[in-house]
């Protein structure tokens, strides 16, 4: 079976500020989740593809054999990002995929079971030191089946977009 890695950052609101978390997951496991200090540029973004990313892809995937996806996030389509996978394309497939589409970005879900975990701790985080270990430790307690059930699904939902002529539906 092919592999099929998945990134993408979310923030979350504490009173006062905010934690921006990077994250990636695949049929095998979670991967890291990333607190990001500042704005997720370019320059951030290729400096977590290249010293997380790749590596894990790497020992994932000796035979190149993975596919990594990214939501086309602005700073996704800068101009060293691609370059610096075409320099690695035979470490593991790049999959096209189109701008910010939600609906068809299995990650998002995974962001929503952080969301929610942090959402029912009482009490709440009240500072963002707090806020970032309640995500952290929310995206380690993400079930495995949760996520091998996001990967086996998007088959399936990606023909159910492709029926619907590109529009939302319910999977």
Not at 46 to 62: E, F, G, K, N, R
Not at 69 to 82: R, S
Not at 95 to 121: C, F, G, M, Y
């Amino acid at each position: 079976m092919k592999a099929w890695t998945q990134c993408m950052s979310t923030t979350l609101q504490a009173e006062g500020g905010s934690v921006m978390v990077w994250g990636m997951f695949s049929w095998h496991d979670l991967g890291p989740s990333i607190h990001v200090e500042q704005r997720l540029n370019s320059t951030t973004y290729l400096s977590i593809i290249a010293d997380q990313v790749h590596p894990i892809m790497l020992m994932a995937y000796p035979n190149g054999d993975g596919f990594f996806q990214q939501d086309n996030a602005p700073c996704h389509g800068a101009y060293i990002v691609p370059e610096w996978f075409q320099e690695h394309e035979g470490d593991f497939t790049l999959l096209r995929w189109h701008p910010r589409s939600p609906h068809l970005n299995p990650i998002e879900h995974l962001w929503d079971e952080v969301k929610r975990a942090i959402t029912q701790l009482d009490p709440q985080p009240s500072y963002l030191t707090e806020l970032d270990s309640a995500i952290h430790q929310a995206w380690c307690q993400i079930p495995r089946i949760t996520f091998q059930h996001l990967v086996k699904s998007m088959p399936r939902r990606i023909a159910t977009v492709l029926k619907a002529k590109g529009g939302p539906k319910k999977y």
